[in-house]
């Protein structure tokens, strides 16, 4: 189930996006599973259309979904490949921030800075 808190901070494609990958990563959303059209979980959620695209396509962009043109968009494999791809990003930052001699609390601050960036720089 999907809830769009109107008067959150966080935009709604973005809550829509987490919850969605939330879905897709604790496999409550299975592979292979289709994922309601644009226009009608727009129109469940009462939100634009754009607002969910923007939503399918970041989530398509991590792998987590795929489009097949008019069949749909579906839950992807290649999200397990995605998160395997993430972990070792993460071990070579780790090995790099040990390198350096910087503490946890720097290197989560600089992690969380560098993600943040990236999340407002996003088209």
Known sequence: MIVIDAASAV??????????????QDHTLP???RLPTIRSLATDLGLAANTVARAYRELEEAGLIETRGR????????GEASRERARHAAAD?????????LDLDEALAIARAALTATRLNSP
Not at 11 to 24: D, G, K, S, T, Y
Not at 71 to 78: D, L, T
Not at 93 to 101: D, E, K, P
């Open 93 to 101: 930052y780790a090995a790099v921030i040990a390198s350096l001699g």
């Open 11 to 24: 935009p709604p494609f973005e809550q829509l996006r987490v919850q969605l990958a939330r879905q897709i």
């Open 71 to 78: 069949a749909g968009s579906f839950v992807s494999a290649a």
């Open 31 to 33: 592979v292979g599973f």
